[in-house]
T-cell receptor, first 114, second 112 residues
Framework: GENVEQHPSTLSVQEGDSAVIKCTYS??????FPWYKQELGKRPQLIID?????GEKKDQRIAVTLNKTAKHFSLHITETQPEDSAVYFC?????????????FGTGTRLLVSP | ETGVTQSPTHLIKTRGQQVTLRCSSQ?????VSWYQQALGQGPQFIFQ???????GRGNFPPRFSGLQFPNYSSELNVNALELDDSALYLC???????????FGSGTQLSVL
């Protein structure tokens, strides 16, 4: 089955710096890679996603890149702000199976200091 | 804010007991999935329901079972609770064939 590894487990940056979180996946059949942000005590919220037919996607300060050959994908946050502090999870799934089974990484705790 | 609601928000049980957690899906959604999130870990897929039938299951024993009702509400039942079942249980709804899932805020289960 699919296995997703995520690094680093914690990341501390100064406000305004960039943050990069990396994930690798094992199943070459995976074709959809979402990123979720989870604040303490709250639900995971989708912040950006990418499908396997795209190499990069950007939405304002956040971007995701995908390297299918190497089976890794990354989240990039530029001009970080204190409100970006949260736990970020990457996930992978194969949308062709008929059901949506997301396999999550173990999470990255991002702390943005003012 | 999503329309996925879960109840209760917190629950305390003792080992060996049974528990039922409830989820109300967002209007228009026809799939519901359940995930277990242990402290400091990512959510793990338990199972998904579509048209009131289980159509996908993760590595969880049979004492984890579920139901989906015609109004797309759903239940997660766990029998013979173990200490390791202590976790945040998340419900997520979506539309079959669509990629996005919408999560509820979860039920925090503590097994003593």
């Amino acid at each position: 089955g699919e296995n997703v590894e995520q690094h680093p487990s914690t990341l501390s940056v100064q406000e305004g710096d960039s943050a990069v979180i990396k994930c690798t996946y094992s199943d070459s059949a995976s074709n959809y890679f979402p990123w979720y942000k989870q604040e303490l005590g709250k639900r995971p919220q989708l912040i950006i996603d990418i499908r396997s037919n795209v190499g990069e996607k950007k939405d304002q300060r956040i971007a995701v890149t995908l390297n299918k050959t190497a089976k890794h994908f990354s989240l990039h946050i530029t001009e970080t702000q204190p409100e970006d502090s949260a736990v970020y999870f990457c996930a992978a799934t194969n949308l062709n199976t008929g059901f949506q089974k997301l396999v999550f990484g173990t999470g990255t705790r991002l702390l943005v200091s003012p | 804010e999503t329309g996925v609601t879960q109840s209760p928000t917190h629950l305390i049980k003792t080992r060996g007991q049974q528990v039922t957690l409830r989820c109300s899906s967002q209007s228009g959604h026809n799939t519901v999935s359940w995930y277990q999130q242990a402290l400091g870990q990512g959510p793990q897929f338990i199972f998904q329901y579509y048209r009131e039938e289980e159509n996908g299951r993760g590595n969880f024993p049979p004492r984890f079972s579920g139901l989906q009702f015609p109004n797309y509400s759903s239940e997660l039942n766990v029998n013979a609770l173990e200490l390791d079942d202590s976790a945040l249980y998340l419900c997520a709804s979506g539309v079959r064939g669509d990629r996005e899932l919408f999560f509820g805020s979860g039920t925090q289960l503590s097994v003593l």
